[in-house]
């Protein structure tokens, strides 16, 4: 069976392996590829890896020989998972990659809200240190994490990652999910209806995947809600957040401040109002980036490529 890979750029820059999958059957790799070309390129294929390429049920019915789609991310959104379905082909995903890398770029976030280590340092670099009349200086309210509340938004395996980083610097943590099962054992810990954690919550935290019903749930009327002193992260789907009302909501202070690792236009158009609001920390969808977690991935894609050649499809959607 033969393997298309139709964005690997992404996942491989060149700094791993492509011979993982080579291993398993012939591969065929393309960095990049345009809309109007993927039917030409996975013509032939029984077996598709992509990353944000989308697989339209238009595009499955014209490619008869296909049998497995391989997301190489966690989030599937990007197929019809419905008409693959009615196809038979299976689709598959990596759950589990980048749960420590996701976590831990959540608090980097938070913690550059919290302290602007790099303007502090882009400041000493352009010498206002070596000026000052004092011994130390801040440009920004600097922010101490112990004693607030942490809300997390999808308590799954990267919200709990994040969830003990935020117990370990001794913030109480309050979550929403719509399966509330084993509940940790924090201090405080509570599962709180989404609004009442958006008003409790010092820090809001997403971690939960894009669906029907919860695209632009972070709109005008919930970020009122919202402590004027908070900061929404959001490390997951760009279009829970509807970017014009949280742009609107920081310049006005309604909320003090957002680290965003998504939008809901990726790349990002020229407009997009995030891009130029107040306290806004944007940063180009790499928490799943680091080298640890893209090998992983890679090797997760390998095994479950090797799963399904043996009968028994793993990670299935």
Not at 36 to 61: C, F, H, P, Q, Y
Not at 114 to 136: F, K, L, P
Not at 243 to 251: P, R, Y
Not at 271 to 279: E, F, S
Request: charged share 20%; proline share 5%; net charge negative.
């Amino acid at each position: 069976m033969k393997i298309v890979v139709l964005d690997g750029y992404c996942l491989n820059p060149g700094d791993l392996s492509w011979d993982v999958l080579r291993d398993v059957a012939p591969l065929e790799v393309y960095d990049r590829t345009p809309e109007d070309e993927v039917v030409a390129r996975a013509a032939g294929a029984e077996m598709l890896l992509v990353n944000k390429v989308r697989i339209s049920a238009a595009t499955i019915e014209q490619l008869p020989t296909l049998k497995y789609i391989g997301v190489l991310a966690t989030g599937y959104d990007i197929v019809d998972v419905a008409a693959a379905r009615t196809r038979g082909v299976v689709v598959c995903n990596i759950p589990t990659y980048g749960t420590a890398s996701v976590a831990q770029f959540a608090f980097a976030l938070l913690l550059e809200l919290c302290h602007r280590v790099g303007e502090h340092s882009q400041a000493v670099r352009q010498g206002e240190w070596s000026r000052s009349a004092d011994w130390c200086f801040w440009n920004h309210p600097l922010i101490e994490l112990a004693g607030k509340t942490m809300g997390i938004v999808g308590l799954g395996r990267i919200g709990r990652q994040t969830a003990a980083i935020a117990n370990a610097f001794g913030m109480r943590v309050v979550a929403h999910d719509s399966v509330q099962t084993g509940a940790p054992g924090y201090p405080g810990f509570a599962w709180l209806p989404v609004d009442r954690l958006l008003a409790e919550s010092d820090v809001v935290s997403l971690h939960c995947p894009l669906t029907p019903g919860n695209r632009g749930m972070i709109d005008r009327e919930r970020l009122d809600s919202m402590k004027a002193t908070a900061f929404l992260l959001n490390t997951s789907r760009g279009p829970l957040v509807v970017d014009q009302d949280l742009a609107s909501a920081l310049d006005a202070g309604v909320i003090a401040g957002a680290g965003l690792d998504v939008l809901s236009v990726e790349p990002p158009l020229a407009g997009n109002p995030l891009l130029a609001a107040r306290n806004c920390i944007v940063t180009p969808h790499i928490a799943w980036a680091t080298r640890e977690a893209r090998k992983r991935l890679l090797g997760i894609a390998a095994d479950n490529v090797r799963e399904f050649l043996a009968g028994r499809p793993q990670n299935v959607v």
